[in-house]
């Protein structure tokens, strides 16, 4: 059996605007175990 620190399985995140739904994370896994480093990198001013 794995041990995960973190597990994700299938994310999804959406915003809803007046033109309509954008997807902005479909359906996403990640798993982090003990000892790994994840690094996310996004734009400048994403949040």
């Known amino acids: 059996m794995t041990e995960y620190l ?3 399985e299938n994310l ?3 915003f809803y605007t007046r033109e ?3 997807p902005a994370v479909d359906g996403v896994n990640l798993t982090i175990k003990p000892g790994e480093t994840l690094a ?5 001013g994403c949040g």
């Open 6 to 8: 973190l597990a994700i």
């Open 20 to 22: 309509g739904v954008v």
């Open 12 to 14: 999804k995140t959406y």
């Open 40 to 44: 996310l990198v996004g734009e400048p």
